[in-house]
């Protein structure tokens, strides 16, 4: 039988999952999504065109594969249909090979008020949500209170409404009456009408039947290990699991079907929002990073912050999921610094240095770095293994030594070509 490979960030998302899932999707029959929603923004790029995917998987480019938005996934229908419309018009065609699962949550208009309105409350200590209404729709179906997919298809608009109602006392109780979702709610209520044009499926039968068949399937996660409700750093995280276990709730799959887990890493570590983040860099080289990595959000926009790579956190991360592979990304990003740096330990604040990632991150932890040299070549022009030089290649060995986990491909840029698979 066939088994499942599950690729997912290993940091605070956006490490390039978007790029790496559609260069892998010709090794598979199908692509799944099992977690997040439009908070993510992937991103893909070949033959001189950009695409930023949020809810549909990055299977969608290769050739006629299924795929699919599994049970563990919100969805906006909104943004879906403005989604789907963008790829239907740039030429591809969506109906009949991305199905989506019914018992998926939808994000209502009201969801997207409740999660500002939360940010509001929170003050000083918001989390800086990417403001799509994902915590609110998660709330509510751990709360039993969701309305799914499949709801659309019988009595919709009474259930809408009640729910509707249901939130807008909330946000009564909450002091939060000054919206207007007039206008969103007529293009919501089209994006209903929309996904009624897409196989409407129970995806666990689907899935487990083509695993039955022989069929391989890659699971895409969203976000990063570091942002997962459980494992992340709790409370600045977002609203579900992102790790590997994400993939069995989130497709309906059974553990044992798991097979590679690729755990994706960028040779250095971003963070988007607020929270934690022990290496992050304040000075120049910091600001160069970013402005090198192109580090702004592809939902929002928003700058993104920079730091050396956090091999503590990474080796929690690996654990957690069952890492199989590693996959390092944007490591061209770094090709003109002199030396580059690699926390291998925390010194806490009373001054012991420990080399396990510990309950609490946000209490004034110092990273203790490992120095190693740079690379002074131009990464992104290099087609094969052979041509890094041994500098980087000292630098990959550092990190697979450290993480006991090999590194199966290097990513040198954004497009599809610029990918170095090293695993034979
Ligand atoms: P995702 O959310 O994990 O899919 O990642 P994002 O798409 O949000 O962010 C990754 C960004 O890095 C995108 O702009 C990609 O085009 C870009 N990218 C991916 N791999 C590489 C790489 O190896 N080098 C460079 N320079 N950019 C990359
Ligand atoms: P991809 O899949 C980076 C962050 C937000 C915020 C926190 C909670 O592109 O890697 P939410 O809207 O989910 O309630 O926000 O999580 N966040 C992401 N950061 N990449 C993402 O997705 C993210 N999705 C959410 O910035 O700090
Ligand atoms: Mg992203």
């Given amino acids: 039988m066939e088994k499942i490979d599950v690729l997912l960030g290993l940091q605070w998302g956006d490490e390039g999952k978007g790029k790496v899932v559609d260069v892998l999707t010709p090794k598979y029959d199908v692509v799944a999504r099992f977690q997040g929603g439009p908070n993510a923004g992937h991103t893909l790029e070949f033959e001189g065109e950009k695409y930023v995917l949020r809810s549909i998987p990055s ?46 949550h939808l994000i209502m208009p009201t969801h997207r008020i409740l999660d500002q309105a939360y940010e509001a409350q929170k003050g000083k200590n918001k989390v800086g949500t990417t403001g799509k209404g994902i915590g609110p729709t998660y709330t509510d179906k751990v709360s039993r209170n969701g309305l799914r997919v499949g709801d659309i298809l019988d009595n919709f608009e009474a259930k809408y ?45 689907e899935i487990n039947a083509l695993l039955k068949a022989n069929k391989s399937v890659l699971c895409e996660g969203a976000q990063g290990t570091m942002l997962d409700i459980d494992f992340g750093s709790y409370p600045f995280v977002t609203s579900s699991n992102t790790i590997c276990a994400g993939a069995c709730t989130g497709l309906g799959v059974g553990p044992n079907k798991i097979g590679d887990v690729y ?32 580090e ?25 999921n069952g890492v199989t592979k590693l996959i390092m990304m944007k490591s061209d990003v770094l090709d003109g610094f002199p030396t580059v740096k690699a926390c291998v330990a925390y010194k806490l604040k009373n001054g012991e240095v420990i080399d396990y990632f510990p309950y609490d991150i ?34 990959i060995a550092f990190l697979e030594q450290e993480l006991e986990t090999p590194i199966a491909i290097v990513s040198v840029g954004p497009d599809r070509a610029q990918t170095i698979i090293r695993e034979k």
């Fill in 59 to 104: 299977g969608i480019f290769q050739g006629d594969k299924i795929n699919i938005i599994g049970n563990g996934v919100v969805l906006a229908p909104d943004l879906f249909m403005e989604e789907a419309q963008a790829l239907e018009k740039s030429g591809h065609e969506l109906k009949s090979r991305l199905h989506i699962s019914k018992k998926a």
């Fill in 161 to 205: 409404a009640a729910h509707k109602a249901r939130h807008e006392q909330m946000l009564r109780a909450l002091d939060f009456t000054d919206y207007d979702i007039t206008e969103v709610e007529k293009k919501w209520f089209e994006g209903i009408e929309y996904l009624r044009q897409f196989p409407l499926v129970d995806s666990e039968h």
């Fill in 263 to 294: 755990g994706i890493i960028k040779a250095y570590c971003t963070r988007v929002g607020a929270g934690p983040f022990p290496t992050e860099l304040f000075d120049e080289t910091g600001a160069k990073i970013r402005a090198i990595g192109h």
């Fill in 296 to 320: 702004y959000g592809a939902v929002t926009g928003r700058e993104r912050r920079c730091g050396w790579i956090d091999l503590v956190a990474l080796k929690y991360a690996i654990i957690i």
């Fill in 362 to 395: 946000s209490d004034g932890i110092e990273p203790v770095y490992k120095e190693l040299p740079g690379w002074n070549l131009n990464l992104s022009e290099v087609k094969s293994e052979d041509e890094f030089p041994q500098t980087f290649k000292d630098y």
